[in-house]
């Protein structure tokens, strides 16, 4: 499996931080306000796969979650700080969306693999990964996918560069 590694340059950086500092005042999500670190690693994320898809991206706008598409493009993200972090759906999680783990660092990306939510559940239940009730958050039902069990980043048009590169 191969990961995608992705530098975020001064004015990336810069972008993100504005774009957090707007999620923060104006989104929430579901059922809670997010917070200024949580929309920073989150937008980070988003950006490095913009840049390694090479798909435009602002990282704030007005448009709900209901109606968008993806984080980026067609693509949604999730992003930890974690560097052994899993790809975690949750039971909302929309099916058929291929979605890209973010590992974030504090100027460096890595895209480590992406996985269809219908796929995930079958790995799980074939005994690789778990399957847990949260309460923490929102009552539920989340599916963990560690970064071995993940698609590999060859597989999406990956656009390689000196900001994007294989790992």
């Known amino acids: ?4 590694g992705v530098l975020l340059n001064d004015d990336d950086l810069a972008a993100c931080d504005t774009w957090a500092d707007l999620r923060t005042e104006h989104w929430q999500v ?3 306000e997010t917070n200024y670190d949580e929309n920073l690693y989150g937008v980070k994320g988003e950006l490095a796969l913009a840049k390694a898809l090479q798909i ?3 990282g704030y706008d007005i448009i709900r979650e209901v109606d968008r598409r993806g984080d980026v493009g067609e693509y ?11 790809l975690i759906f949750q039971q909302q999680h929309r099916m058929g ?11 460096k990306v890595k895209l480590a693999g992406w996985l269809h939510f219908d796929t995930a559940k079958t ?3 074939s005994g690789t990964g778990r399957k847990e009730w949260r309460n923490d958050q929102q009552d539920t039902m989340t599916w ?4 071995h069990a993940l698609e590999g980043m060859e597989w999406l048009p990956i656009v390689y ?3 994007v590169v294989k790992l």
Do not use: C, S, Y
């Open 1 to 4: 499996m191969t990961a995608v």
């Open 30 to 32: 579901a059922t809670r």
């Open 56 to 58: 435009d991206f602002v």
């Open 76 to 86: 949604q993200v999730k992003a930890t700080l974690h560097k052994d972090g899993h």
């Open 97 to 107: 969306v291929q979605t890209v783990l973010a590992i974030v660092g504090a100027n």
């Open 123 to 125: 790995i799980v239940a």
């Open 144 to 147: 963990w996918l560690p970064q």
């Open 161 to 163: 560069g000196p900001e």
